[in-house]
């Protein structure tokens, strides 16, 4: 098995937001912790804890928005550190790297002296970091986080890897699984016989114990010298901004998955090289495992090409004049489901022009709705960019306060300005005791002629981020029916009222 040096930077969405290490901060990710800063960890914060729960522990917590593309542009600064010793830097993701230790071992007078090198290279850049020598990417990357880096024996991974608990995996569901099983540690798991865990976990467990045992996460396949199936696009006149060349990538790289999928192979490695005019060629090597998409490959020659041009984020440098990908390791496509209805292909020409328009647009220029947590409609639906996961966790409650079903046909995008008013015209307050100061009588919308309620329910307070005076908030709901037939969810604020849905 090869030697694998990884470089990890611990807490890099943070650090990436501008919050240093002793200071309480997260950043956050649809309502819930991403990641947090060790002084947050301290206080009791977690990943994947909703902001409220987090804020409800550490009062004083910095809390700040994820940016992956903030992330992915300032991790070039690290590459580019550990990129002067050795050349071929792979990056798995913003804040890890890995290099193939043999060669460089030798060149640096051993394992240890390497990895010492690149700690203090990517330190002296200005970040914080430890390195791990183990065998594989798995084992390396849980060795550089163990106390700034350990290095791991060769052929000795399973027994470093045994004491770990099976949330190192990354998968909840598995690990649950297992713990009801008895199983606690990843030693346990390794120790089950690799035929009985593929019948009875299928492919995903199957490599996780793969994993656990301290072997590479697919069987060794090597194959026959193959067709070159790189893929190569020329700029005349050069591309002088940045959009250009990544409506390019995108494009190029469903080329490169269409003539990999032909043979029947998917790439978990890639080489991303951009020529510029002045004859500079960027090239970086990228890891997934898995598929990577045609939006996660623009996103990262967005992320070569910001750290390139110093932060600038719309000219390219000279020009690009040529971008090339070529995928550096294959494995056989195991396949997907096709969906219960028809071919995925349908699905993936829809993905394709979704990227098309996303790339014309901007990223956020074509969403998707995904149901959320939240307690009015507008809350309860997020609107999520195409390529992008949804948001972490289900959308649990209780939610006091919450719209009760039936759920409303119509949630415009801003709330329409109304007035209540009771029978003698005098408009309708709510005390802070939730006390109406009559029957509503009338009702106007958006400045229309009102019409007389014929029916009423509510007040449903909502007290909301009291802890938090500067986004606190206090609202009440009520669900009316007026005698043209409509019916609507009016909420009242700092005494406005406002339609928030309708009901057909």
């Known amino acids: 098995m090869s030697r694998v040096l990884v470089v990890w930077c611990p807490d890099w969405p943070v650090t990436a937001a501008g919050v240093d290490a002793v200071t309480p901060g997260a950043v956050v990710a649809d309502g819930r912790v991403a990641a947090c800063s060790a002084a947050a960890r301290a206080e009791g914060v977690r990943r994947g804890q909703r902001v409220r729960d987090a804020q409800r522990r550490c009062p004083g917590l910095v809390v700040k928005e994820r940016d992956a593309d903030a992330e992915g542009r300032l991790f070039e600064t690290v590459v580019n550190a550990v990129a002067e ?164 990538a995108k494009r190029l790289a469903g080329e490169l998955h269409e003539g990999l999928a032909a043979g029947g192979l998917t790439c978990v490695r890639l080489v991303v090289e951009v020529g510029f005019a002045d004859g500079h060629v960027l090239r970086r090597l990228w890891r997934h495992d898995g598929r990577l998409s045609a939006l996660a490959v623009a996103e990262r020659v967005r992320w070569q090409l910001s750290a390139w041009r110093g932060g600038d984020e719309e000219a390219v440098w000279g020009g690009v004049t040529w971008l090339e990908f070529a995928p550096d390791q294959l494995v056989p496509d195991t396949g997907a489901q096709e969906s219960l209805w028809g071919s995925s292909g349908v699905t993936e020409r829809i993905a394709r022009a979704a990227d098309r328009i996303q790339a014309l647009l901007g990223h956020r220029g074509v969403t998707r709705p995904v149901l959320t947590g939240g307690r009015g409609p507008g809350e309860r639906v997020a609107r999520v960019p195409v390529g992008d996961l949804p948001p972490g966790g289900a959308p649990d409650g209780p939610w006091p306060g919450r719209v009760p079903a039936p759920a409303p046909a119509v949630v415009p995008p801003e709330s329409w300005p109304a007035e209540v008013m009771d029978a003698a015209g005098a408009p309708v307050t709510v005390s802070a005791r939730c006390a109406v100061s009559a029957p509503p009588a009338r009702l106007a919308v958006r400045g229309g002629p009102p019409a007389a309620v014929t029916a009423w329910t509510g007040p449903w307070p909502a007290d909301e981020r009291w802890w938090d005076p500067e986004h606190a908030r206090r609202r009440a709901r009520f669900q009316v029916v007026t005698d043209d037939g409509r019916a609507y969810l009016l909420a009242v604020e700092g005494g406005r009222w406002q339609v928030e849905a309708a009901y057909d």
Do not use: M, W
């Open 85 to 248: 010793l050795t050349p071929k830097v792979e990056v798995v993701r913003p804040g890890l790297c890995a290099v193939p230790a043999r060669g460089p071992a030798r060149f640096y007078g051993g394992e240890e002296a390497l990895r010492l090198l690149l700690q203090d290279a990517v330190v002296e850049a200005g970040f914080d970091c430890g390195a791990g020598v183990a065998d594989g990417l798995f084992a390396a990357e849980l060795a550089a986080r163990r106390g700034g880096g350990v290095i791991v024996e060769p052929g000795g991974a399973a027994a470093f890897l045994a004491p770990y608990p099976l949330e190192v995996l990354e998968r909840p569901e598995l690990a649950d699984l297992l713990r009801r099983l008895g199983v606690r540690t990843l030693g346990d798991f390794a120790a089950l016989p690799s035929g009985h865990v593929a019948g009875r976990f299928g492919a995903d467990g199957a490599l996780a114990h793969r994993l656990a045992r301290g072997e590479e996460p697919r069987p060794v396949a090597p194959s026959a010298a193959s067709a070159d199936l790189s893929v190569r696009n020329e700029f005349d006149p050069p591309a002088a901004r940045a959009e250009q060349v990544v409506f390019a």
